[in-house]
């Protein structure tokens, strides 16, 4: 059982090319998550997606699209990345209902130079 | 705007010292109430979560955090903490019926040996 996973762990881009983060969880939840973690600014929701084949905005989902591509997998994408979008990602799961906490991934930490 | 305030951003302790960190919602209604820590260099996990009952509720490593309606407030605290705690912890909140859930901007906490 491993949980929530990210792809890559790392990533350099520069500006105005384009990528995918990978997110899968193996839990069988329904709710998966996007966020960014800035210094000073703590967890921002990107995009979130209640369940497969619904996906909602958060508080800062400029720049980023999303694909919720079965249950298990959530994927984050920038279409032209910029300096701003320098950040550490975290996907997080969990299961439908809110009083249920999240489970996190390890983060994927992307520079965009 | 509805948002999560955490008031110290950090906080430096001696081990034995008693800890209690702030955290302020301004959602109205029902609310589901977590606070999350992260160890260096590890991804999120739960301490402990308040739903309904009882607004005193306890987490895991000696942690406790009070829910106070009228305050709107779920402040985090440890009587003793040891150097182990140094970490970063992290209130979020989610409305009742809703999935988006959001995080304040963190407390940083080092714990001096």
């Known amino acids: 059982n491993a949980g929530v996973t990210q792809t890559p762990k790392f990533q350099v881009l520069k500006t105005g090319q384009s990528m995918t983060l990978q997110c899968a969880q193996d839990?069988?939840?329904?709710?998966m998550y996007w966020y960014r973690q800035d210094p000073g600014m703590g967890l921002r929701l990107i995009y979130y997606?209640?369940?497969?084949?619904?996906?909602d905005k958060g508080e800062v989902p400029n720049g980023y699209n999303v694909s919720r591509l079965n249950k298990r997998e959530f994927s984050l994408r920038l279409e032209s990345a910029a300096p701003s979008q320098t950040s550490v990602y975290f996907c997080?799961?969990?299961?439908?209902?809110?009083?249920?906490?999240?489970?996190f991934g390890p983060g994927t930490r992307l520079t965009v130079t | 705007a509805q948002s999560v305030s955490q008031h110290n951003h950090h906080v430096i302790l001696s081990e034995a010292a008693s800890l209690e960190l702030g955290c302020n919602y301004s959602y109205g209604g029902t609310v589901n109430l977590f606070w999350y820590v992260q160890y260096p260099g590890q991804h999120l996990q739960l301490l402990l979560k308040?739903?309904?009952?009882?607004?005193l509720v306890k987490g895991i490593k000696g942690f406790e955090a009070e829910f106070i309606k009228s305050k709107f407030s779920f402040n985090l605290r440890k009587p003793s903490v040891q150097w182990s705690d140094t970490a970063e912890y992290f209130c979020?909140?989610?409305?009742?019926?809703?999935?988006?859930?959001?995080f304040g901007a963190g407390t940083r906490l080092t714990v001096k040996p």
């Open positions: 997080a799961s969990k299961e439908t209902g809110t009083t249920y906490e999240q489970y």
């Open positions: 308040y739903f309904s009952g009882d607004p």
């Open positions: 997606s209640a369940s497969e084949g619904t996906t």
């Open positions: 979020a909140v989610n409305q009742y019926n809703n999935n988006d859930m959001r």
């Open positions: 839990m069988n939840h329904n709710s």
